[in-house]
């Protein structure tokens, strides 16, 4: 007989004991290891304490019952020794009799000697099951150690080569490690989650209406509920040609949707938002109608409404996406010179501004990654302004130092203002964390050093406007110094003016740390005695400003526009601040391609300048239908004279009007009396006058002579 029926029958015959002051307590007596060799179960689920296991508690006595049981067995010279010894059974039943049971020790041995025929039979089987699985064990630990020993051999080759590898990110191709984009910081529950926790943003959802069905789970934004039933708007997305890698694609306009961009222009022509809600009733997913809205909820203040616009012109463009179009892969461009990809391109810049406004950085981030993937070469929205300050907001030290080193050499990104303070920041942060290494964060904090006193000597017109963001005073012998001084702001360019105005209006605020601004005064130090000593490096700097930042690009401008940062927008050239700007399409490029061409407009609102909508603003009937049809039919009749005639009339209805405009204007001079009390204190002391009427007269005559030479002064 096996040994699991002996168990199961000692097991029964133990229940029948009467129950003595231990004997609910689940633990083998000594006899019990005598009895039984190896790691063996007792009859309630313990193991013995003897086989140097922990015990394992069973509650159920029957899930013993397992083919583990049989691979636990010892075996002895190949056989499984399942027949126990004669004086071990004596011994253990003299131990079960002790403790009132008389009868163990007969039944025991009637029962091994009736199972002798039945143990033979399976003893075989059971010793060639057994053999098979330590065969397997041995085969797989051997491959195991194997595997182990040619893995230590390779990274011992690979040290022996290349001496110890430093701790990165991989040695990829380095483009597109730094443009990937990870699908799961698109979201910003990820980011708002590890900030507040699930529980918190899921209760904020909104329940979804099960009728709703969309076409597919979108990367970018979440569809809503509360928006309406999509249906293709028109929109397409086409691959243009694929080239050493890179996928050029483009989004493409059907014929009812380039009707229904007509429609937007004329809305956005009559300055009037409700004609594009009207247009949005019948087009619900027309992009640049969602963009334009967008901007006019923002400026009213309904931060909600224009984000949720933003998101839906997402939506509608990403459903619209090639199939081999990929945001994280960083190898798809979409061409700005294109109006149809301008629509994305603005609003992932919109979203992204609503993100970091949010609180989610490191969401935004992600944003300004996938835009600067789009065509990092050109860089149309000019990311490279804004990439330094969410990754400092998201406390993405790494990766900015990374960026920074791979795209230096031939981008040169040390000459941006931004990058070459918001470098040695990243590196004195990361130099502040406490689970880096000591010599590495040492070494952060000499090389963010260098690079800070790096960029005074190249910026010096950046300190004392950073210093006055941050209301602190610098010292005497820092504001006299003549290379900080306001010499050092008046003598930048414009197009260096701008791009300081830009970075300090938006990144001033990660300087106020105490701890920096200490670091920062013994560096500013540093550099005034290398001044004071005629460091060459100095005079190379001055060089350089000359001959850089002449003039900015456009790419800079419409950077610029878009971020609504009030001290760089002041210093914007004339020339960008006379163009009419539109929410949809700022600042085109001048090379635009255009897929199809407007049709010509049914109304003069666009043929007239400022001066004439302002004159018709004021006189509707400034300018007639009638006269614009007399005039195009005089075009065509008499070609030159017609033109010339054209420009004489309008002229003279333009110095007709002023005139009317003038002669009903009337200026009053309502501060005069007061300014003759206050030029005269004797008037305030007597307001009624001294003296009999002659004296009166000769006061109002000399009050008039008074106030006419006054009027002259101020004129």
Known sequence: MSRRALRRLRGKQRGQEPLGPGALQFVLREDDDAEEEGPKRGPAGRRPRGTGKESVRVNNRFELINTEEL?????????????MPTDTVVSGNKGRAKHGNTETKKDGEGVEKAAASEQS???????????????????????????????????????????????????????????????????????????FGARAILGEQRSRQRQRVYPKSMWLTTPKSTWPRYSKPGLSMRLLETKKGLSSFMFEHSEEYQQVQHKFLAAVESMEPNNIVVLLQTSPYHV????????????????????????????????????????????????????????????????????????CPRTALEYCKLILSLEPDED??????????????????????????????????????????????????LSQQADHPQHERSAAR????????????????????????????????????????????IS???????????????????????????????????????????????????????????????????HV?????????????????????????????????????????????????????????????????????????LEEEGGGIADGLDRVQGLNRLMIAVREMMANFQFNDLDLPRRENWENPE??????????????????GEGENEGQGEEGEWD
């Not at 691979?71 to 027949?83: A, L």
């Not at 008037?683 to 109002?700: A, T, V």
Request: proline share 7%; with cysteine; glycine share 6%.
């Open 71 to 83: 691979e636990e067995e010892p075996v002895v010279n190949g056989d499984k020794s399942d027949c």
């Open 121 to 195: 039979n399976s003893s075989g089987k059971l010793r060639k099951k057994k053999k098979k699985q330590k065969n397997k064990k041995s085969m797989t630990g051997e491959t195991l150690e194997n595997g182990l020993e040619d893995i230590d051999r390779i990274l011992e080759r690979i040290e022996d080569r290349g001496g110890l590898a430093r701790p990165g990110p991989p040695p990829l191709s380095s483009r597109k490690h730094v443009l990937h984009v990870e699908h799961r910081h698109l979201n910003p529950d990820t980011e708002l989650k590890r900030y």
């Open 288 to 359: 640049d109608s969602l963009l334009q809205l967008s901007d006019a909820c923002r400026l009213q203040e309904d931060q909600e409404m224009a984000r949720d616009l933003i998101e839906r012109a997402l939506y509608s463009m990403e459903c619209a996406f090639h199939p081999l179009f990929s945001l994280t892969s960083g190898t798809c461009r979409l061409d700005y010179r294109r109006p149809e990809n301008r629509s994305f391109y603005l609003a992932l810049y919109k979203q992204m501004v609503f993100l970091e406004k949010r609180g």
């Open 380 to 429: 149309p929205l000019c990311m490279l302004l804004l990439v330094d300050h969410l990754a400092l907001r998201a406390r993405s030290y790494d990766y900015l130092i990374f960026l920074f080193q791979d795209w230096e050499a031939h981008r040169n990104l040390s000459q941006l203002p931004n990058f070459a303070f918001s470098v040695p920041l990243a590196y004195l942060l």
């Open 446 to 489: 000499e090389k963010a050093s260098v690079l800070i006193r790096q960029a005074l000597t190249m910026f010096p017109g950046v300190l004392m406007p950073l210093l006055e963001y941050c209301s602190v005073r610098p010292d005497a012998t820092v504001a006299n110094h003549h290379f900080f001084g306001p010499n050092a702001q």
């Open 492 to 558: 930048q360019s414009p197009a260096l003016s701008q791009l300081v105005s830009l970075y300090l209006g938006r990144s001033h605020f990660l300087w106020k740390e105490p701890a920096i601004m200490s670091w920062l005064e013994k560096n500013v130090h540093k550099v005034v005695q290398a001044v004071d000593s005629g460091d060459p490096a100095v005079a190379a700097c001055e060089s350089r400003r000359r001959v850089l930042y002449q003039r900015a690009p456009r790419n800079i401008h419409r």
């Open 561 to 633: 526009v878009l971020s609504e940062v009030k001290e760089a927008v002041a210093t914007l050239p004339p020339d960008v601040t006379t163009q009419s700007v539109v929410g949809f399409d700022p600042l085109p490029p001048m090379d635009t391609i255009y897929s199809y061409v407007r049709p010509e407009r049914q109304t003069p609102v666009g043929q007239a300048n400022t001066v004439a909508l302002f004159f018709r603003s004021l006189l509707p009937n400034y300018t007639t239908e009638e006269d614009r049809l007399q005039e195009e039919r």
């Open 683 to 700: 008037n305030l002391e007597n307001p009624e006058g001294q003296g009999g009427g002659q004296s009166e007269g000769q006061g109002e």
